[in-house]
């Protein structure tokens, strides 16, 4: 007999299905047990009675929470229940116990703190909270490709060793390499832009590493980013780029992700977009008696933009030149560098990028870093090197936004920060 899923129980009244999955719960009332059994699909109460075979009725009690079990039961109409049908059991088998007590509640019943259920995320990982996030993700993944294949970009694999830092500063990880000391790549910036200049649009889904030692609740050590490169393009077009990708991810997480997001509490809409220059920025801030660095934002300042823009992704652009890396293009006193906030956070950094070979040595000349490390990088625009622009697109803090998570690790499956490298 072959697995019914859950989900296909209502094209199966009357029949007898096979049914594979984790126990949430058992019931006792004396005469009949009941089961709710879920899987990837959803759950569904099943009954049983004296005639149960396999584990024997008395037997089913003991049955722990979250344990492996299959059965075999007929599909019957049950208005009254809130699935409207439940399974009459005819057997049921143990294919996995699960060991007790349980050191996490995936019930939801009880709240247990993050930390502890990171040390179990296998097991915080049955709890249908956690599921709804990680399938949400994986809509946002595949939103992510479906929008720039239709957007004729081609997606590349980028490397993740690298000798020298692809963003300047020191936040690296030094890992030994054969003879030599090698570093895990910050991002995939350089990279991305020898592809940009021949092969002129790609993009990458890039696992990121930096040694940030501090631990906030937005930052993770390894987090992935959405990468996108184009040639002939400017900061403009790109940050273009980005509003219709962001609208298109949000746009099918609320098609395809309904059940899921009205689960975990959250009304999506699809952002606008609004444009303001570093320099009006800094205006407004000043009113709001909100301080700011010289050449960045400030958290206190982006939560302020999230709330004078309300489901906006705010473009500050013309960003001055201090504040942004070696490769972003100077424009008059500032850069065509920009950052996007979206609900009060940075989600994206990105603009036009340095495409002259002379200028970029000046530009690392200046960010005090050795020219001699960077020779490839900069000889790859010595050879026919196409103006250029792109992004880079934090998946976690996005999704985090997204589902108004209050912590960066709900976002990630295994988090890697100061204090955690397991599971
Ligand atoms: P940036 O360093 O701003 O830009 O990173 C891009 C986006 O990635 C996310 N992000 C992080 N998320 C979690 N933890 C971290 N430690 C972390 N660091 C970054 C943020 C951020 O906006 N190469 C450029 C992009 C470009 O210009 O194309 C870059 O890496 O959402």
């Known amino acids: 007999m072959e697995r019914t899923l859950i989900k296909d129980l209502k094209d199966n009244i009357g029949k007898e299905v096979l049914l594979k999955g984790w126990v949430s719960e058992i019931r006792n009332l004396s005469k009949v047990k009941f089961i709710i059994l879920y899987d990837r699909t959803g759950d569904i109460q099943s009954v049983a009675n004296k005639t149960t075979e396999g584990v024997s009725f008395n037997a089913i009690d003991d049955i722990s929470k979250e344990s492996v079990i299959e059965l075999i039961g007929t599909v019957k109409e049950h208005p009254e229940s809130r699935w409207g ?8 088998s143990m294919i996995a116990a699960a060991e007790t007590p349980l050191p996490v509640d995936p019930s939801e019943k009880s709240q247990t703190h993050i930390d502890k259920r990171l040390d179990y995320r296998f097991l915080d990982l049955h709890s249908k909270r956690t599921q709804n996030i990680f399938k949400i993700q994986s809509t946002i993944l595949q939103g992510f490709r479906e929008f720039m294949y239709q957007e004729g970009a081609m997606e590349v694999t980028l490397p993740s060793i690298i000798g020298a830092s692809s963003e300047g500063g020191t936040d690296l990880f030094t890992i030994k390499y054969f003879e030599k000391q090698a570093l895990l790549s910050q991002s995939c910036q350089l990279y991305k832009q020898m592809l940009a200049c021949s092969m002129e649009k790609i993009f990458t889904v890039f696992t990121a590493w930096r040694a940030e030692k501090h631990n906030t609740v937005r930052h993770l050590n390894e987090s992935r980013q959405f990468d996108y490169e184009e040639a002939f393009a400017d900061d403009k077009r790109v940050m273009t780029v980005l509003t219709q990708c962001v609208q298109f991810i949000v746009k099918k997480v609320m098609e395809d992700r309904k059940k899921e997001l009205e689960s975990l509490g959250v009304e999506l809409q699809v952002p606008g977009e609004e444009y303001l220059t570093f320099e009006k920025v800094q205006e407004i801030m000043k009113k709001e008696g909100i301080e700011m660095p010289a050449h960045d934002l400030s958290g206190e300042a982006e939560k302020k ?88 697109l934090g998946l976690e803090r996005f999704t985090m936004l997204m589902l108004g998570l209050d912590n960066i690790r709900e976002a990630v499956l295994f988090p890697r920060d100061r204090d955690r490298l397991t599971p």
């Open 85 to 92: 049908f439940e399974v009459l059991i005819k057997s049921v």
């Open 305 to 392: 933009l999230g709330v004078l823009y309300p489901n906006t992704i705010v473009y500050v652009h013309d960003w001055p030149l201090e504040g942004k890396p070696f490769y972003i293009m100077p424009h008059g006193k500032n850069s065509k560098g920009f950052d996007a906030i979206w609900k009060g956070m940075e989600i994206t950094s990105g603009g036009q990028r340095v495409h002259d070979p002379k200028l970029l040595e000046e530009r690392l000349k200046a960010h005090g870093l050795d020219l001699a490390a960077f020779k490839d990088y900069i000889n790859s625009f010595r050879y026919g090197a196409p103006p250029h622009a792109g992004w880079g």
